[in-house]
């Protein structure tokens, strides 16, 4: 794993632990340092199969 693999993944394990605590998706984004909130739903979909939002309905 490259270091900018591991990165990403931090930043998506972090993403699952504030959607945990009712952070919007917008919110997440921008606080994890995302330029837009599409890039982030395009990244969290890619890794986990389903956008922020579908996966809090699991």
Known sequence: MSFGDWKVRLKLM???????????????????GYGNVGSFIVT????????PTNYLKK
């Not at 972090?14 to 994890?32: D, H, M, P, T």
Request: proline share 0%; net charge positive.
């Open 44 to 51: 969290f979909r890619k890794h986990f199969g389903k956008t």
């Open 14 to 32: 972090e993403s699952v632990k504030l959607l945990g605590e009712k952070k919007s998706v917008k919110e997440i984004a921008f606080e994890l």
